[in-house]
């Protein structure tokens, strides 16, 4: 049952996105070069666009949800009908480098403005969306990202982990909203594996990573926040992991006022409602609830 009314849209008390990276083999090709050469990594990699994404598709289907796939160029042209049905599907396709490339480890912003243009000319040829949103590979952007995505067009980067809100850049990149993420809402950190040659934390249960991912957003929950849930198809594609990731979305459905919608939705709700609220939510709620005692008096 919903439980007043908040912030975010239609009166929801918190905002839930669920995005998915789907990096194919371009994570492990911007990894090391080399690894082009090794078929079992080549096999991780396409594990997510072959396999993870179609599940996570019907999985959203069946919730009716729409989510955000974060995917580089050089992956949606080499699997432009995953890239296509995305996009048919109504679900938004945001920026994430031209082959996996970390922005910071470029030569300068020439380089990084030629990719940037490169990957979002061909993601719009290709499935005819224009992308608005940018997630830096590897979470590693330069100084000159921001002011880049600015002049490009874009609506929002979701990358920073310096808040739980979203918030609106200022300077060279003014209006400019950064979604932020943090490292226990993102799937690789616990999934992502090789064996040879070694990377990883190990493979965690995947109930454990509930247990994380539910209580940070049973607290989001509580403040009237802000969740967003990083996932990458060729990890959390596996059947287990869908079966974890459906059991959350059930929790958070059965609230009655969890708005799930795309990333650059919130980046403009946040933008047009919500970026003058600074308010620690404690304040927030304390407010609504004077509120409503003086309605109650009259």
């Known amino acids: 049952m919903a439980k007043g009314k908040g912030r975010w849209r239609g009166g929801a008390r918190c905002a839930v996105c669920l995005t998915f990276d789907v990096d194919g083999e371009s994570l492990w090709i911007a990894r090391d070069p080399a690894l082009a050469e090794r078929p079992i990594h080549m096999s991780m990699g396409a594990y997510g666009p072959k396999v993870g994404v179609p599940r996570i598709l019907a999985m959203l289907d069946r919730h009716r949800l729409k989510a955000g796939f ?40 020439d380089e990084e403005e030629q990719l940037l243009v490169k990957a979002v000319t061909s993601i719009q040829e290709i499935t005819g969306a224009r992308t608005l949103g940018s997630r830096t590979p590897s979470a590693d952007p330069s100084k000159h990202t921001m002011r880049l995505l600015k002049k490009h067009g874009f609506v929002y980067h979701s990358n920073m982990m310096d808040s739980d809100d979203p918030y609106i850049y200022e300077g060279d990149a003014a209006g400019l909203v950064e979604l932020p993420t943090n490292w226990p809402l993102d799937d690789f950190i616990f999934f992502g594996f090789s064996g040879n040659p070694p990377m990883g934390n190990g493979i965690w249960s995947q109930q454990e990573v509930w247990e994380i991912w539910v209580e940070e957003f049973e607290g989001v929950y509580a403040d009237g926040g802000y969740y967003n849930l990083m996932m990458h198809p060729q990890v959390i594609g ?5 079966r974890m990731v459906e059991r959350l979305v059930r929790r958070m459905k059965a609230k009655g006022d969890v708005w799930f ?38």
């Open 70 to 109: 974060f995917i580089p160029a050089w992956t949606v042209e080499r699997y432009p009908d995953m890239a296509r049905e995305i996009a048919r599907r109504g679900h938004e396709i945001g920026h994430h480098g031209y082959l996996h490339e970390k922005p910071f480890m470029l030569s300068g912003p």
């Open 238 to 242: 596996r059947h287990h992991r869908m």
């Open 261 to 298: 919608t795309t990333p650059v939705e919130i980046a403009r709700y946040w933008a047009d409602h919500l970026a003058g609220d600074t308010r620690p939510r404690t304040a927030v709620k304390a407010a609504g609830a004077a509120r409503r005692a003086a309605r109650r008096r009259r």
